[in-house]
């Protein structure tokens, strides 16, 4: 069983930055991908960007040129960088670990953007 614990969501106002942090609690380097997703009220679900073992990184339209994703090796950490943020991206956050054939889940993190 992996355990990924997020941090770092919070009320921001239009226009600042935010950084959401994910630990795990296995090293990164047994975690074929990992990523973040959002949910806002009354949508689905969504991808907001991914991180490969190999580092490739996949990040959703809407998010791309605002947002980054990294890893700290070390720490087994993922990082998701939240730049320019707008109302729309109000959402709660959650971190995920693909492994072979599961999936994991943190248990979210708010993000309230103010416009």
């Known amino acids: 069983q992996v355990q990924l614990v997020e941090s770092g969501g919070g009320l921001v106002q239009a226009g600042g930055s935010l950084r959401l942090s994910c630990v795990a609690s296995?090293?990164?380097?047994?975690?074929?991908?990992m990523g973040w997703y959002r949910q806002a009220p009354g949508k689905q679900r969504e991808l907001v960007a991914r991180?490969?073992?190999?580092?490739?990184?996949a990040y959703a339209d809407s998010v791309k040129g605002r947002f980054t994703i990294s890893r700290d090796n070390a720490k087994n950490t993922v990082y998701l960088e939240m730049s320019s943020l707008k109302p729309e991206d109000t959402a709660i956050y959650y971190c995920?670990?693909?492994?072979?054939?599961?999936?994991?889940w943190g248990q979210g993190t708010q993000v309230t953007v103010s416009s």
């Open positions: 995920y670990a693909h492994i072979i054939t599961a999936d994991y």
């Open positions: 296995l090293s990164i380097f047994r975690i074929n991908v």
């Open positions: 991180l490969t073992g190999d580092l490739n990184t």
